[in-house]
Nanobody
Framework: QVQLVDSGGGLVQAGGSLRLSCAASGSIFSIHLMGWYRQAPGKQRELVARITSDGSTDYADSVKGRFTISRDNAKNTVYLQMNSLKPEDTAVYYC?????????????WGQGTQVTVSS
């Protein structure tokens, strides 16, 4: 049974910072891609950032220069350092991983962590 547990959300003022963490556990053979998505009320879930097993990264234009994704392969953990937060960053943030457990690669999701940025 694979589980992704994400944490680190909270309430912060505009201009502040938060660091999200997501740890994958279970009978994991290999993790190719880890990333973060977010969903604001009334909007579709969107990609924020993702990172491959060799460290290649991809960011949404809206967060480039403010957010940094990193990964600890030994701990099966991905992080999202969020700086210069804006009210429009308010959303539920979901961890995502494309990994192989006891079978082919599949997508897994965390339970989500709320990020609220006040103006």
């Amino acid at each position: 049974q694979v589980q992704l547990v994400d944490s680190g959300g909270g309430l912060v003022q505009a201009g502040g910072s938060l660091r999200l963490s997501c740890a994958a556990s279970g009978s994991i053979f290999s993790i190719h891609l880890m990333g973060w998505y977010r969903q604001a009320p009334g909007k579709q879930r969107e990609l924020v950032a993702r990172i491959t097993s060799d460290g290649s990264t991809d960011y949404a234009d809206s967060v480039k220069g403010r957010f940094t994704i990193s990964r600890d392969n030994a701990k099966n953990t991905v992080y999202l350092q969020m700086n210069s937060l804006k009210p429009e960053d308010t959303a539920v943030y979901y961890c995502n991983a494309l990994l192989a457990a006891l079978g082919p690669y599949k997508n897994y999701w965390g339970q989500g962590t709320q990020v609220t940025v006040s103006s």
